[in-house]
């Protein structure tokens, strides 16, 4: 077991979330000390957040002094992010169970840009706290003055298992992404025309296109349901445009109308902003694709 301390009395969503990435790492091996009484700090394995220290070989991880450690971007680290910095990957590896390291790698980074630091930005008051932050809601666990009966190592708990179902997710949802990634590279590379890309599951697409740079890429055919879809290519990340819209003539069309004047039997439908259509079979919708670049 890990002998690890924290500071006693109200709790911050960086010590909770260090707990929880601490949890993560050892699977839940661990024995938790709240005080504020340094003899105490000095007997056990892991402190963070409390101590006045920062130093990763003797594991000690606080933010509090004039000299704090700062990311490379001068941005202020809290707890949560120098115990992510050190055991982090570690914590995503035993999540995920069978990621490889570079998977484990990616999703550690994009965990870190996605929550990680904004909590750190947020207990420095470097960002301007709101209702729905993460930070807010789990600080919220704080017992209130009309609750004289839950201790504040009860509310730390509590809030815990909330943090490490929050810091679960996001893995698992990065890890997704990562898999995704990685497919639609696969396909791109064995697309018959680039300009079309093939996927055989229902994946998200989009960051990836953009982050791989496939800029030949027009459509994005791909699983929905029973049926299949033609995405076009928005021209830029989170852009409502296309790159190349559908065909003017298929907007707002269904079924028989729409097999009718693209031609493909199984036709079911094309949106009327020409940024997606369907059809009921995989070729159908390749048939889409290609008659769609050829007017």
């Known amino acids: 077991m890990l002998k690890v301390a924290t500071h006693s009395g109200s709790f911050h969503a960086d010590d909770v979330f260090a707990f929880s990435i601490l949890k993560a790492a050892t699977s839940g091996r661990l024995v938790l000390t709240r005080s504020r009484d340094d003899a105490v700090f000095a007997a056990q394995d892991v402190v963070f957040d409390v101590g006045g ?7 000690r991880f606080d933010h509090h002094m004039r ?13 949560a992010g120098l115990v992510w910095q050190d055991c982090g990957q570690e914590a995503v590896a035993r999540l995920l169970g069978d990621a490889t ?5 990616l999703v550690w980074r994009m965990v870190d840009e996605e929550l990680i630091r904004d909590i750190d930005l947020m207990d420095n008051g470097a960002t301007q706290p709101s209702p729905g932050h993460v930070a807010t809601v789990i600080e919220a666990w704080n017992p209130s003055f009309a609750e004289p009966e839950r201790t504040e190592t009860e509310a730390f708990l509590e809030a815990v298992e909330v943090a490490f179902a929050m810091l679960g997710r996001c893995c698992r949802r990065a ?4 898999v995704a990634t990685t ?3 696969e396909a791109a590379r064995n697309a018959a025309d680039p300009r079309v890309i093939v996927l055989e599951r229902k994946i998200p697409w989009e960051d990836a296109v953009f982050q791989l740079g496939l800029d030949a890429a027009l459509y994005v055919v791909r699983p929905a349901g029973r049926d299949w879809t033609v995405s ?3 021209p830029e990340k989170g852009s ?7 065909p003017e003539a298929w907007g707002g069309l269904r079924d028989g109308e729409l097999a009718d004047v693209s031609g493909v039997a199984d036709a079911t439908f094309c949106h009327p902003a020409r940024f997606v259509c369907g059809a009921k079979s995989r070729e159908g919708a390749l048939a889409l694709a290609l008659k769609s670049l050829s007017q």
């Open 53 to 59: 220290i920062f130093d990763p070989a003797t594991r």
């Open 175 to 178: 890890y997704a992404s990562v």
């Open 232 to 234: 076009a290519v928005p």
């Open 183 to 185: 497919l639609v590279e």
């Open 101 to 105: 390291p570079e998977a484990v790698a």
């Open 240 to 246: 409502f445009g296309q790159r190349r819209a559908l």
């Open 67 to 79: 000299d704090k450690p700062l990311r490379r971007d001068g941005a202020p680290y809290s707890s």
